[in-house]
């Protein structure tokens, strides 16, 4: 850790934190929820290595960045301009793009709509096009949950999941880091529940151990960052989602024409009819690395190979 460095930048009317680390090409890795920069923690130091110059921002309303209090301020748009921003500030041209859950969406949607700016993109977890269908994202969602609870649906209305995750923030994300991961027992996905269930953690699972992958070090981490900062700022991420799918409209149907490469494991919520539907939305999309038996927090979970798949993309490009 005592190799890279701890920044901040204004960016996007925001002041966003960031590690970095290394020189050379610009790569750019954006987390997902509940995490930080720190998710990426083994993936830092190896592209460095690599020949990379590292940045891992704590995204919008995470960490010791900027959480504004208006909900609407967590779109698509905004979190790409905070990107924007970032490489502006960095004074780089161009950079390629990783994101890991709704880090992934960040990276698509970068490239998308500014390929001026983003020569290449990773994606870890989730397809492009996750949430592009005909109808809304939350429509569709209620469609599919009917009378069973389902998280998504459950993390629209402000207030009511904070009071849930916030009221032992260790407890939290212990479960979530093992229910969502390989080595939990569960099906892979987060499907919806029965009606019954009335909170989020109901369907997570408490471990009497830890993962091999997540140390108490690693969740002492975490749990401090989300002690100071709360919930609010990624739940919102979710809130956006009708609103960000309103706004694209325009965008409906393009296509993500730059180099691209694409991370799942085989017990991560991304299912296979999902990629091959990706493929034409995504025309270069160089390879599908499946990490077997890997849940949902791919680049914790299986570093190494990760680190592999990603630096052999990035080689490739240069």
């Excluded at 290449?120 to 996750?130: D, K, N, W």
Aim: proline fraction near 6%; hydrophobic fraction near 40%.
């Amino acid at each position: 850790m005592a190799d890279w460095t701890h920044k901040t930048i204004d960016t996007n009317g925001i002041t966003m934190h960031y590690v970095e680390q290394g020189e050379g090409p610009l790569v750019v890795l954006c987390h997902g929820f509940p995490e930080s920069w720190y998710s990426w923690r083994h993936q830092i130091p190896a592209l460095a290595a690599a020949g990379y110059h590292v940045v891992v921002p704590d995204q919008r309303g995470y960490s010791k960045t900027t959480q504004p209090k208006e909900i609407d301020q967590y779109t698509q748009f905004h979190l790409v301009g905070d990107i924007v921003g970032l490489l502006d500030g960095l004074g780089e041209e161009q950079a390629v793009i990783v994101g890991h859950d709704w880090g992934a969406p960040v990276a698509w949607n970068s490239a998308l709509l500014r390929p001026d700016r983003f020569r290449a993109v990773a994606a870890l977890s989730v397809p492009h096009g996750a949430f592009n269908g005909k109808i809304s994202p939350l429509q569709s969602m209620k469609a599919m949950a009917g009378e069973n609870f389902f998280y998504i649906l459950y993390f629209q209305t402000p207030g009511v999941a904070e009071h849930e995750l916030y009221k032992d923030v260790r407890r939290t994300l212990r479960m979530l880091l093992y229910s969502a991961s390989g080595d939990s027992r569960r099906e892979a996905g987060l499907a919806s529940q029965a009606p019954e269930r009335t909170g989020f953690l109901d369907q997570m699972t408490d471990p009497d151990e830890l993962p091999p992958w997540l140390t108490e070090e690693d969740l002492d981490f975490f749990t401090e960052e989300f002690e100071q900062a709360g919930f609010f700022g990624g739940l919102n991420w979710y809130r956006n989602l009708d609103r960000t799918w309103s706004l694209m409209g325009a965008f409906a149907g393009a296509k993500v024409q730059q180099p691209a490469l694409f991370v799942s494991g085989t017990r991560d919520l991304a299912q296979p009819p999902m990629i091959e539907a990706m493929k034409a939305s995504v025309p270069n999309l160089r390879e599908i690395v499946w990490l077997e038996d890997c849940g949902h927090w791919t680049q914790q979970e299986r570093p190494d190979e990760v680190n592999e798949a990603l630096i052999g993309f990035l080689n490739s490009l240069d």
